[in-house]
């Protein structure tokens, strides 16, 4: 019994003694990585930001792509050598630096990298270095510490792969009379620099980049600064071409531009904006032969003129190259120096292409060339602040192009394209305010959520830059109210009783707002104002119910949100409504033209959210006029003579069409005979092409989002675009990947039409069998999606008998 109870109190002890023993060793990590401050006991490695006490000055970064497959892989590839002298703010024994997808030639030691410092200066052995793939890290253990305001480089050598996934270092093919040609090209925006060469993928991280690109002869080197020397070299036996370029100024890693192709392009050299200059527009050789850059090159010179003057300050580089690209993920993308663009977006053709492509050209030049300021030279420190970069941007891309195309009133366009565009999704409970907590937005996926509607187009308009404005409070009082809660107001005003309010105009406005505001979704507002065409002083609505203003009018009429310089929708008593419908009937021209634009989206969209005053739906049917066409259509018209012809044909007309596609030499034409294809009434047709989205040699990956949508806004699509994309949703999540498809996009067009219950539980469905592996990019698309189905259910619920008696009494029938 004794030995027993011996044998007993020695297990007691060492089970107490491994308790502590386990619970110093945890202290001593904390202490380890949280340098004894405790709190977060998540290993630096493990986090999802850089710690910050490293401070990279500049990179030597030499590249060379294949543009070839490796006859033993099948692979296109590239290799790479790249050092960063970087700065040690702290002691530590830890490097952390971004890498994805990158193989590491071993260094001395067998470590990833090696180490070095200025002579003299000792330098901590490698312990140990591997690759941290769910933060995309490479971790560098050291055996000893760095030195606090001491400079070291890190080297590494490296290979990746010249993927056509539209990320980071890609590939991009095209067709050029029957020969397949490949472009070496980059699109580092947002994260994907890391997928080139190690470095601090972070905005605000700032860095000199001395670029070096080995490439094939007969090709050329583009990259953000001017090109210093282009060299023929040898390596092993073969003859290559090494163009090294001049440094680029202090910039963040995702602003960093690296093309080889044999492109052609145009020039302008000179004195162009205040200093010797040169402006250059890149494309295929055919494309920039039959002048398709011509009108890019005409107009980004006034555009950089105005922004030089815009902002008082004058563009620091050398040279503006802008490119286009058959593949490219985004429409555009701001690097500086160097700007890529969807051939589309750049790309004009006189005699192919519309009105509309030369205005989506001058719009988009003039928004990136915004960036080169906004963006480029002032940066924003976390991508949480998306919209003061892209909001910004869209914004002022209206000026610089009203000031190179004067005679547009492109200005006039804010409303249509930006304004009304994102009313329709910040009028839904799961929109989100313009600015969100640096720590919320961390990973890859939630980083490329933040590049969406509301970002780019919640623009508060122009009302603080009028002079004439007096302000109530300050600024920042204000502007919070529009930034840091989500949606926008209505403001209803009663022209009987004089009394003016405000509310949340949510589109279903029974719905359950959950996201709590501190300004409890009110709003600070600017209403402009006019009584029978002559306008009146601006006065500010300040709280639900503020004010109470003798709007009494009798037979006259009211307009509020003048030129729509206020960020809300606007709300009337019936009787007003009526004397502006009157208006429109008699004098129309009184009302300004951004007004009239706004009064029948207003109308629609209350209707839609079911407020009252507003008259019973009324549809007016009147009699189309027939065009005659000819044979060589207009190009203003050949989007929707196109979509006829093949809505009205059958295989061999849908076969035609195709074939057309595949001989396009201009991208806008391409982009029409591409969207044509969807309106076939041929459910076999359409199946055959969304198939076809799914294979790049027929559909290019950045075209795929935008053919599925196509074939879904076709009523005889949309049940088999919805059924293909369920199907098919693993695949194309997990195999294709960002670069591919837009997945927001995607989730968002193929829901657009649902309003049925049983289109409501397909979805919530979808949402359940997935919601483990999550939906990346596309989770607040998902959200939005559910709410507008429900949305359309609830409207057609209350509406559809109304409508039915309404086009009975028209027909007859």
Sequence with gaps: MGERCKVSWLYVLCVVLALVSVATIVTLWTIAITGGKGGDVTAPWDRDRLPGYLVPEFYNITLWPRLKPNPNSNLYIFTGWSAVQFECLEATDLILIHSNKLNYTEMKDEHFVSLTSEEGVSVPNIKSTWLQLQTQYLVIQLMGKLTPGQKYQLHAQFTGELADDLAGFYRSEYKEDGVTKIVATSQMHPTNARKTFPCFDE?????????????????????NGMEMETATITVDGETLLQTTFEATEKMSTYLLAIIVSDYAHLRVSGNQIGHWFHIRIWARKKAIKEGQGNYALNVTGPILDFFQAYYNISYPLRKSDQIALPDFYFGAMENWGLVTYRETNLLYDPETSSNSNKETTVTIIAHELAHMWFGNLVTLRWWNEVWLNEGFASYVSYLGADYAEPDWNVKDLIVLDDVQKVFAVDALVSSHPLTSKEDSINLPGQIMEQFDTISYSKISLSYLQDNNVSLPRQVDAIMNRWVRQMGFPVVTIDTSTGIVSQNHFLLVPESNVTVESPYKYEWMIPVRWMKDGATKDIWWLLEKKGL???????????????????????????G??????????????????INRAQLVDDAFNLASANYKYLLCLQIHIREQVLVHFTFIIHPNLRSAVYCSAVAAGGEAEWNFTWSQLQDATVASEANKLMLALACSNNTQL???????????????????????????????????????????????????????????????GVTARFSTPQELQQLLDFEEEHKDAGFGSAALAVDQALERTQANIKWVQRNKQDVLQWFRSQTGN
């Design 548 to 574: 109470n203003v003798d709007m009494r009018t009798g037979p006259s009429w009211v307009l509020a949100n003048i030129n729509v310089t206020g960020y809300y929708r606007v709300n009337y008593d019936l």
């Design 203 to 223: 905005p605000a991280i700032k860095a000199v980049f001395h670029l070096t690109l080995i490439h094939p002869t007969g090709t050329i080197a583009l990259s």
């Design 576 to 593: 007003n409504w009526e004397r502006l419908f009157s208006q429109f009937n008699t004098d129309h021209q009184v009302i300004p033209l």
């Design 686 to 748: 359409l199946e055959r092409y969304l198939e076809f989205t799914l294979d790049p040699a027929k559909i290019r990956k950045q075209d795929a989002t935008a053919v599925i949508t196509a074939v879904a806004n076709n009523r005889a699509g949309q049940n088999l675009t919805w059924q293909f994309v369920t199907k098919n949703w693993e695949h194309m999540f997990t195999e294709y990947g960002v670069g591919s498809f837009s997945f927001a996009s995607l989730i968002s």
